[in-house]
């Protein structure tokens, strides 16, 4: 690929001027040198050729010598212009490339929202062009009712046109110089824009030698006089040199104007008056005005983007053209973008790349069978900005590696509205220049926040009659509602594809709703009638009293009037007890977090980070019957996303939207609500509801908070959670704000490996008692325990391993734990797969521990000869009295064996069968207990085996007992174990 495209060119006529004049005026022999500047690429090679044939005469590269009388003094001035016209070619050709360099480098640049996702995520890596449909002025002002994006998602594509085509001539046969391009907000236009600057800068976009993109945001902060060739010099240093000669050349030059609806054009002679002078000053509104007029610069082609509801405002003889963006309304493009963009390298930081590669190759399948199934994620990524959204979250959610996390969820929602609404003014043609985030949060946000209170997601026409029309009283507010249903309403809400919904409305990204119903609390838009009021007299005595106090200091000075100053601090009073009824609000805010975090229907429920990658990903397995009853909707991002908005880093994006969130105000709402979520966080939360706790924490991002939150949870139970790596990344940054030692940290089944043990290392260095089992924990992850262990700060006492495949190798590193740890005294490797040898491994190294008091070896397929060999070095150990030997392949002799090493004779307690000699074991209920715990997660003809021959034990040991009392403890033992071998054998255990 070319890295620009070459093109015609000529010096300013001032060097013209001064090269003509510096002719020597005898005649003289003179050397001309051409040098042509090298251009990789057929475009390049193109322009050269163009160069250097005029009218068909090839001019070497050498010196080129002329001599001779007034025929060859012609022929010399002849030689002179064509010499002259290729040096001022070669300028401009310079001009041009410096130009192409310049424009790559800035359209190519990603904003911070990209950069985090490495260097691989280039525009056009990941660029997937949207549909254009070309379109008609009749079609804008009169849209089809059915134009939704349902319809969108099936219509054939009989009326798309390419960005290539888009100057092509139309219908009747005649070129098409002006293009209006329009979309909604979130189809594309911007990027589509970069995209094409940047075709045109690596030489694919051949049909224009020359391109200049105006930012018509940009120009409308402008209203000084300047000329067009000014402006673009201003803009354009590069371009000084190609400038001078627009509109005098067929140089086939393109203007792209981005964002018109930034500007107030009027089209009225009156209004903007004519002019095609390119030298003449004027406002910039005027040249925009006469460039579409096509009376300055006739010969340029112009394309311009903007929002529906400012197309009317040219007027339709100026436009060739009229083409809508929209978006992805093809699936196969969804397809193709989530394709390019997931399988990108380097996105998670990994160094094992089939890993990385079989995890992205699983997550693009996933989703490509979601959107098959058309559900409402395909109707929420027709517009490219949601495709961006939904890729971000599953990089969020998939590859966050680092501690702390580098992106919050809130922070996440928060940057995708400042990419497509910073700036963003609702209506340029309005007085107030209200932001458009401010007019969504409004009245988006008031109808999303009744959708979370009352519980329900869709919306009828009445909500949102009510939540948009309700209060409208002047002309600019009815407006506003109208640019906003042309421009930003389906950018929030898409009609409902759920069979039996299809005349209400929901929300394009579920998640959304309740991050605009949070936005709304904590704005501060939901108040009482006494607040609004209040809130109005207050700005009006505020400003009064402004006013008098300079009125009264004056006549207080000619009056002796004592009551003035009575009645300047009377109007003082009223702006104080509004300023202590805003406090009172920001106490419900607070108030309102606290019981939303702490919802008990909700304390069974998937964690909320399960949840979005199910909203996602969609939920494997057989699809609900319409018919069937759906489950009572969760709103448990809602207090989430209030804390999260609240965190420095959002509240500064917020307020480049328009929507200012006070230092004050959210250092009042995290104290008024410290006391209430720590009191609720003591009383124990559900092992679903705690990582929600956790993960509330992490998005606050207020360290203090956390720390003192944090302090709170000596317990930490997350048993069952699918530990992710994003979640074992949240819980090492959250209880990492604080140093102080935790009593129990239950990780039971929470899919841990090597990685997330890692992750969690500093967490785990203070732990007393740490559950790991049922983790799948093999050799990598016991390298990583054994590490943990040898830590001179490990305060681990007790450990459970149960129910993970350790094995050998993994017996070696906990071996080699045991002889350097200080600390541990309980260790489980029930259901380890160790065998004779890895028992024998432990044994080795068990004599160099000091502090193990019980150790669990059951199941682990023991022969006689192991489990005697550790019994025997238990016996001389200092503090071991007691190991678990259950369900192990022990003979007859080896349990006699074993029995002759009770307690009373040498202090160790083997824990082997249900009976010891002729009485019952003390400890028959523990292993039972622990059989019972287990039997999910064991073979289960292997247990049957095991409880018959424990059956047949209890009924031998009660035969050769005399004793009744002890004939009862047996025929009670006998009854628990056939019990449950019955529900074993009928599959109900």
Not at 61 to 69: A, E, I, N, P
Not at 129 to 152: A, F, G, M, N
Not at 560 to 584: A, D, E, H, I, Y
Not at 923 to 938: A, E, G, R
Request: charged share 20%; aromatic share 8%; with cysteine.
């Amino acid at each position: 690929m070319s890295w620009a495209m070459q093109y015609h060119g000529c010096l300013p006529w001032g060097s013209w001027t001064r090269l003509c004049g510096s002719q020597p005026s005898r005649r003289a022999a003179r050397c001309v040198y051409l040098c042509t500047a090298s251009g990789p690429g057929a475009a390049g090679s193109c322009f050269h050729r163009k160069i250097l044939h005029i009218g068909g005469t090839s001019l070497p590269r050498s010196c080129v010598r002329y001599k001779g009388g007034s025929q060859e003094n012609r022929a010399q001035r002849s030689s002179s212009h064509h010499g002259l016209d290729h040096l001022r070619n070669v300028a401009s050709s310079d001009a041009i490339k410096k130009h192409q360099k310049s424009l790559s480098a800035w359209f190519s640049n990603q904003p911070n929202e990209e950069r985090q996702f490495g260097p691989s995520f280039s525009l056009d890596a990941i660029h997937v062009d949207p549909v254009i449909r070309e379109s008609s002025l009749e079609q804008i002002l009169k849209p089809s009712p059915d134009l939704t994006i349902q319809h969108q998602l099936q219509q054939p594509c009989r009326q798309v046109i390419s960005l290539q085509n888009l100057f092509d001539v139309d219908a009747c046969g005649r070129q098409v110089k002006n293009v209006v391009l329009y979309g909604t907000v979130g189809t594309g236009k911007s990027t589509l824009i970069k995209k094409m600057v940047v075709d045109w800068c690596h030489g694919l976009l051949p049909r224009f030698e020359l391109v200049i993109p105006f930012s018509c945001e940009d120009l409308s902060h402008s209203h000084v006089p300047i000329s067009l060739r000014r402006l673009i010099t201003k803009k354009y240093q590069h371009l000084r040199d190609v400038v001078p000669l627009l509109g005098s050349s067929n140089l086939k030059v393109l203007f792209i104007l981005n964002g018109l609806e930034r500007l107030n054009l009027d089209f009225r002679l009156a209004g903007t008056e004519l002019c095609c002078d390119a030298n003449e000053p004027v406002p910039p509104s005027a040249i925009v005005v006469n460039l579409l007029r096509k009376y300055l610069l006739p010969e340029a082609s112009i394309i311009v983007t903007t929002r529906p509801s400012a197309v009317r405002r040219i007027p339709g003889k100026y436009v060739g053209r009229y083409a809508e963006i929209c978006g992805f309304s093809d699936t196969n493009l969804q397809k193709l973008y989530f394709q390019l963009r997931l399988s990108q390298p380097g996105c998670d930081g990994e160094n094992s790349v089939a890993s990385r590669s079989g995890e992205q190759d699983n997550l693009v399948e996933m989703l490509s069978r979601n959107l098959e199934r058309q559900n409402q994620i395909a109707a929420a990524c027709f517009l490219p900005s949601y495709c961006w959204l939904v890729c971000t979250t599953l990089h969020f959610l998939y590859f966050t590696r680092t501690v702390p996390p580098s992106q919050t969820l809130s922070g996440i929602y928060t940057s995708f509205l400042r990419l497509n609404f910073s700036g963003e003014v609702l209506d340029s043609t309005d007085p107030t220049k209200i932001s458009m985030m401010k007019y969504v949060a409004k009245t988006v946000g008031k109808l999303a926040h009744e959708g979370v209170m009352s519980r329900k997601t869709s919306f009828t026409e009445e909500d949102l009659q009510q939540c948009f029309e309700v209060e409208m009283k002047t002309e600019s507010e009815l407006n506003q509602l109208e640019v906003f249903r042309s421009d930003v309403f389906r950018f929030f809400l898409t009609p409902c594809v759920q069979p039996g919904k299809e005349h209400t409305f929901v929300f394009t990204i579920p998640a959304m709703q309740e991050y605009l119903a949070a936005l709304y609390v904590v704005l501060g838009e939901k108040k009482t009638l006494v607040q609004k009021v209040g809130k109005e007299v207050s700005e009006i005595i505020g400003k009064v009293s402004e006013d008098a106090a300079v009125v009264l200091s004056i006549i207080s000075k000619v009056l002796p009037l004592r009551f003035l100053p009575v009645l300047f601090n009377l109007l003082k009073m009223f702006p104080r007890f509004f300023s202590r009824l805003s406090g009172k609000g920001r106490d419900t805010i607070a108030r309102t977090m606290a019981e939303e975090l702490f919802k008990e229907e909700d304390y069974y429920n998937d964690d909320v980070l399960d949840q979005i990658n199910s909203s996602i990903l969609g939920v494997e397995g057989p699809m609900r019957h319409p018919d069937e009853a759906a489950d009572d909707e969760v709103f448990e991002l809602f207090p989430i996303f209030m804390g999260g908005i609240l965190s420095r880093r959002n509240r500064a994006i917020l307020e480049q939207l328009g929507c200012s969130i006070k230092n004050l105000a959210a250092f009042e709402i995290a104290k008024a609500m410290k006391k209430t979520v720590i009191r609720n966080s003591r009383k124990g939360l559900p092992p679903s509801e705690l990582m929600d706790y956790l993960f509330f924490l992490h998005e606050f991002q207020n360290e203090r908070f956390t720390a003192e939150a944090v302090r709170s949870l000596r317990t930490v139970n997350l048993s069952s959670v699918k530990m992710t790596p994003l979640k074992c990344c949240v819980l090492a940054s959250v209880m990492g704000s604080t140093s102080h030692e935790v009593e129990e940290l239950n990780l039971t089944s929470c899919n841990l490996d090597a990685s997330s043990l890692r992750t969690l290392f500093p967490v785990l260095l203070r732990c007393k008692f740490l559950h790991l089992q049922l983790n799948s924990l093999g050799p990598d992850a016991c390298k990583e325990i054994r590490d943990l262990l040898l830590h001179d700060k490990c305060a681990v006492s007790n450990l459970r391993l149960g129910n993970n495949p350790i094995g050998e190798q993994g017996a070696q590193y906990l071996a080699e734990a045991l002889a350097g740890n200080r600390s541990l005294t309980h260790l489980s490797l029930l259901h380890t797969a160790l065998g004779d040898r890895g028992v024998e491994l432990l044994a080795q190294h068990l004599a160099e521990n000091q502090q193990l008091q019980e150790l669990n070896l059951g199941y682990n397929s023991l022969t006689d000869t192991a489990a005697l060999h550790v019994v025997e070095v238990a016996k001389k150990h200092a503090t071991l009295d007691k190991v678990h030997l259950y369900f192990n392949d022990i003979s007859e002799d080896g349990k006699r064996a074993l029995d002759s090493l009770r307690m009373d004779r040498d202090g160790v307690r083997a824990l082997v069968f249900l009976t010891a000699g002729t009485d019952v074991s003390d400890y028959w209920s523990s292993i039972l207990n622990v059989v019972h715990k287990n039997l999910p997660f064991w073979d289960r003809e292997r247990v049957r085996q095991h409880l018959t021959i424990i059956l047949q034990d209890l009924e031998s040991s009660r035969r050769q007992t005399v004793n009744p009392w002890r004939k009862a403890k047996f025929l009670r033992v006998e009854s628990e174990v056939k019990k449950m071998l019955g529900k074993l054998q009928h599959g109900t255990l």
